[in-house]
């Protein structure tokens, strides 16, 4: 009992010299900011699909690119974060639909993306207006909606599709 | 942190060479990067998948039309169509395994069709309008194990 007495006085004077341990907490920090460091490096592919969208997932190639991105919900769909065209359940209107199955609002906003693009180009010349668009899927879409997009992508020139999917191996 | 500079006796009288390192000003820089780096990080990794449409496919391209042409047609049911035309031609149809499309089969026939004829490298994929894309993505992933082009028909 005596020892255990002398133990508490001594732990008592102690703590009046008592300085937070930080060392510990710096190394801490380090390996999260070198996980963080390494992760961001990866993803090439800057794309943030809106809140619902739930992309098929696939071994795709990360892929440094500049194009047009074209959203598919099931409520509709956007154009560079625009809402282009909307509808329920993935049912395009029928009185929107071009006779080559197209979309007419999607196919009209489409050709003055391209003019802005063929405008651009003209007066810088290292902008090069080429056919690649990135399509953002839902992965509950149906192919005939996929279809109607891509028709109304490829009436405006854009036939070289880039197909958005979660990567299977990360 | 302690860092003493004095010898083995040490002492109070050295105590003006105890001194400790002032540790906060890192933690802060760490803490303001950690946030950044969390903030703007996408924990998912997006690829993209390269796709045409079969009227504009390089196979169309070619000086030379490759020997035969393939067509897959994903049919409702877990049923998938085969369809060779060209020098040969013939259907064949798979029916699907345990709720899903036989991509065994598939893969096995492509390899066939590849050893038969190397210079094809491009496949028509096309499906029913009620197919769902996430089929039309796992069909494309078992094609290209094979033939590296998948252009999307059906238009």
Known sequence: MMKKKGMFKKRARASDEMSLQITSMADIFMILLVFLLKSASTNAVQINPSAGVRLPASTGEAQFLEAPRVEISKSGVMVEQDSILKFDNFQIDKADMTPEGGSKTLVAHLEKLRKRQLLIAKSNTDVKVDAKIIIVGDQSMPYGTLKAVLTSAALQGYTDYKLAVVNKNQ | ?155
């Open chain 2, 1 to 155: 942190m302690n860092v003493s500079g004095g010898g083995p006796s040490g002492g109070r009288g050295r105590a003006s060479q105890d001194f400790d390192l002032n540790l906060a000003p890192i933690i802060d820089a760490f803490t303001v990067l950690v946030t950044f780096l969390l903030a703007s990080s996408a924990f998912l990794s997006i690829g993209l998948l390269d796709a045409g449409i079969s009227a504009s496919s390089p196979s169309a391209t070619h000086a030379t039309p490759p020997p035969i042409q393939i067509r897959i047609d994903l049919r409702a049911g877990m049923k998938l169509e085969l369809k060779t035309t060209g020098k040969s031609s013939r259907s064949i149809a798979m029916a699907g395994k345990e709720g899903h499309y036989d991509f065994e089969g598939l893969k096995k026939e492509l390899e066939g069709l590849k050893q038969s004829f190397p210079t094809v490298d491009a496949v028509t994929l096309a499906a029913d309008n009620s197919i769902e894309y996430k089929d039309v993505i796992e069909t494309m992933e078992a094609i290209r194990k094979t033939q590296p082009n998948v252009m999307l028909g059906g238009f």
